[in-house]
């Protein structure tokens, strides 16, 4: 082996000093001190298969792979939706101001809404149905509806305990509460059009009833009646001015549906729906959907097989022996025991109260077909085709009086239709 070389003279600091670097041998290159300690290949496995289409095309030529600077992006444009929705104040006033099909759309496709919405969850619920249906979002109350509560987004405590979310009202109530109050304006408003108008008293009183119909004990509903907070006597009398509408519209020899008896038994039923559907006409009444019907409402005593045989179980086989009556039984089970229908509760309640509802009646009867004030008649909202909001006129019909003059002074103007006879006495 090679003796090292020292390069730099001999230092000054004595005899036993030395410099740290004195003694560093230099290495010197040899042929055998040079070994590869690398991994040696044995041999190759190739994953891929072999492209046959180089035996006829040449070998693949792969491209060079040049780096490449990363480009200057570009500053993101202006989005008037994240700026709404990013603003503190003009958040709250969109999701306010969207209807409610759109609202859920957006709920459901937008992250960023999403989260948002989640943590204004009850605010922004309770604000849009105050603002959308206040009357009704105060009847129909979600805590009468606990199937379409959800536990609270943001997971905050039940009456501090952190390990139990509360329940808050979702979309679902939503939904239920607007389109209860469409259903029960356009009752109102179809019964108006026709000419039994009813004050804007009955539709609170509609939409209680609702809620009584949705009750399948006969104490619950009582107990929901006897609260003169919830039922005040004005809200019975009103309930019962509607009956004697809606009876003069069933019963109607032109327009109507059938006799007295039907508007009961379309108010036995779970909801308004029914009653909705027959006045608007998606729902045609036969004899075997009014029958389905009938057995589905009334128990086997009330009905009278011998004047309506297509009651009988051996003609009507639609429906189901465990189906019959059962809107009469308690908890809508087949097991259940009798229970009054809401419609009688209603009345039976009126009549415990000492309301004397019957001294009414004729009042309901003309009531909205003249002014008392005036005595002239009152115009009957219309609807045309082309329009879908109901308007108005100025005018109701003329009076007799004034048909009567109006016929005097054609006829004095234009004289009679036929020469030499006198005028006719027209009839009004």
Known sequence: ??????????????????????????????????????????????????????????????????????????????????????????????????????????????????????????????????????????????????????SDPMLRPMDGREWLARDVPGFRWVGMVLSRQKIVRSILTMLSMEGHRVPA?????????????????????????????????????????????????????????????????????????????????????????????????YVAEELNFNANPTLDEEVNDNVPVDEEGLLSLEGWNQHGARMPHAIDMVIAESIMRELHVEQYYLDFVLYGTADPKTGKNIPIPVQLRRDKEVKLPSEGMPTKETMENLIKMMDKTFGTMVPGRPSAKHRT
């Not at 009398?237 to 020899?253: A, H, T």
């Open 201 to 297: 008293a009955c539709e609170a009183a509609l939409m209680k009833f609702w809620c009584l119909m949705g009750m399948n004990r006969a104490m619950v509903r009582a107990a929901f009646l006897r609260d003169r907070k919830i039922w005040t006597d004005g809200d019975l009398i009103n309930f019962q001015l509607f009956l004697v509408k809606l009876d003069m519209r069933l019963s109607d020899p032109i327009l109507g549906n059938g006799t007295c008896q039907l508007g009961p038994m379309l108010l036995s039923q779970k909801s308004l729906s029914t009653l909705w559907k027959v006045l608007s006409g998606k729902l045609k009444l036969n004899y075997d959907t009014a029958s389905d019907m009938i057995l589905r409402t």
């Open 1 to 150: 082996m090679a003796t090292p070389i020292n390069i730099d003279p001999p230092g000054g600091k004595g005899k036993n000093k030395r410099a740290a670097e004195d003694d560093l041998p230099i290495p010197v290159a040899n042929e055998n001190s040079v070994k590869d300690t690398g991994p040696r290949i044995v041999s190759r496995h190739h994953n891929r298969r072999t492209n046959i289409a180089t035996e006829f095309w040449g070998p693949e030529v792969y491209p060079e792979t040049i780096p490449t600077t990363p480009a200057a992006t570009s500053p993101r444009r202006f989005n008037v939706y994240k700026a709404i929705l990013r603003h503190k104040d003009l958040f709250f006033q969109l999701v306010l101001r969207t209807p409610y099909k759109e609202l859920v759309q957006l709920y459901a496709i937008d992250k960023e809404f999403h989260y948002r919405f989640n943590h204004y969850n009850t605010y922004l619920i309770h604000e849009y149905v105050r603002r959308h249906a206040p009357l009704a979002a105060h009847i129909f109350s979600w805590v009468l509806f606990p199937n379409v509560c959800i």
